[in-house]
């Protein structure tokens, strides 16, 4: 029996279906599944990595965390922490929409004021424009070469 009614399956027709990827005169797909190709639906995109080298003279920034919060109303945005953190250090917020520096002027962990943290905390910073949560924050060191 045809894959179709009312179409003949011969020998010529399914060699027409694999060059043409899946469809016949009609128009409409046959076995496009079989015939297609490997697909990538269920593959993951390929990741692209961030280089964070500058030339000289050039600030050079360090990626230490992303925004998991951001509370509008107060302006302060929450950060999961990769790296160290401390009052005075001048951060950049990068996003698709977003792109911040700023020093960091106070700090808190839990309510409480700190002066520096350490990779695994989860901090907030008083910011001076809105971000996103997702957006990358990086720690901008001068170089003085």
Do not use: W
């Amino acid at each position: 029996m045809s894959p179709h009614p009312g179409h003949r399956s011969t020998l010529v027709s399914d060699r027409r279906r694999r060059r043409t990827g899946g469809t016949c005169r009609g128009g409409h797909a046959h076995h496009s599944s079989v015939f297609a190709g490997p697909r990538s639906i269920g593959r993951p995109a390929p990741q692209r990595k961030r280089t964070a080298a500058g030339k000289v003279g050039e600030a050079v920034a360090t990626l230490i965390g992303k925004v998991s919060h951001y509370f509008g109303k107060i302006g302060v945005a929450g950060l999961d922490l990769e790296g160290q953190l401390k009052v005075g250090d001048t951060i950049r917020v990068s996003g698709a929409t977003t792109d911040l520096v700023q020093q960091v002027s106070s700090m808190q962990i839990e309510h409480e004021a700190v002066e520096s943290a350490v990779p695994g905390d989860n901090v907030a910073i008083k910011l001076t424009e809105r971000v996103r949560v997702g957006d990358e924050v990086y720690l901008e060191d001068d170089e003085a070469d």
